[in-house]
């Protein structure tokens, strides 16, 4: 009976860690990783983010959604995305000479250089771009419980330019960049600058 005891004082505990960290990371937290250069400079290939399942989506927001259904290059489910969110819903979203206007207002993108800005954008409305798309087809505004994204490095990211609009239900949450990566300029750009 000792013996029970003994083994149960330690399995009890082990077994409600980890309960508690299976809960954690199915409604609270999770980890992602970054693949690929579409969000550099404040992102780049192989950076690990904390990823917040409950934090408001806001302008600015950096997320993680998962991409599959969205975008037709993403095959398997769990093909998670790392994009910011330019367009909330009911807002419209233009894009002229390197600019970028949402509800007709310039949005400052002091977060990216003039370069990943400019090369790659061109000029656009939603109307235009979503002449090409499969879903949402002649679309003017960004719809209810969707978002508009795009990726930092306009040149080379795959992004709602292309595909269209990332659903609320796809969205896996808020990135956020811990302390100990990359330098204080790049998390404040992940990190504080979403604005309703």
């Known amino acids: 009976m000792k013996t029970l005891k003994e083994i149960?004082?330690?399995?009890?505990?082990?077994?409600?860690?980890?309960?508690?960290?299976?809960?954690?990371?199915t409604f609270v937290i999770t980890i992602a990783r970054v693949d690929g250069p579409s969000m550099e400079p404040n992102l780049v290939n192989n950076e690990r983010m904390i990823v917040w399942r409950q934090a408001q989506i806001k302008h600015n927001s950096v997320i993680?959604?998962?991409?599959?259904?969205?975008?037709?290059?993403?095959?398997?489910?769990?093909?998670?995305?790392?994009?910011r969110v330019i367009g909330m819903p009911g807002d419209t979203v233009s894009s002229k000479d390197g600019n970028l206007y949402v509800n007709n207002k310039l949005v400052k993108q002091n977060y990216i250089s003039k370069y990943q800005r400019t090369q790659g954008t061109?000029?656009?409305d939603l109307k235009?771009?979503?002449?090409?798309?499969q879903k949402n087809n002649g679309a003017t505004k960004v719809p209810k419980g969707q978002y508009f994204v795009m990726g930092d490095h306009?040149?080379?990211?795959?992004?709602?330019?292309?595909?269209?609009?990332?659903?609320?239900?796809?969205?896996?949450?808020?990135?956020?960049?811990?302390f100990w990566e990359t330098?204080?300029?790049?998390?404040?750009?992940?990190?504080?600058?979403?604005?309703n």
């Open 8 to 25: 149960l004082s330690w399995i009890i505990p082990i077994a409600v860690g980890l309960a508690i960290a299976f809960l954690l990371r």
């Open 64 to 83: 993680v959604f998962d991409a599959y259904g969205q975008d037709p290059a993403a095959t398997t489910k769990n093909t998670d995305y790392v994009k």
């Open 122 to 124: 061109g000029n656009w």
């Open 128 to 133: 235009s771009l979503s002449a090409r798309w």
């Open 154 to 178: 306009r040149s080379v990211s795959n992004d709602g330019r292309y595909w269209g609009f990332v659903p609320k239900d796809k969205v896996i949450g808020v990135a956020k960049v811990p």
């Open 183 to 195: 330098n204080k300029t790049k998390r404040n750009n992940v990190n504080n600058l979403a604005y």
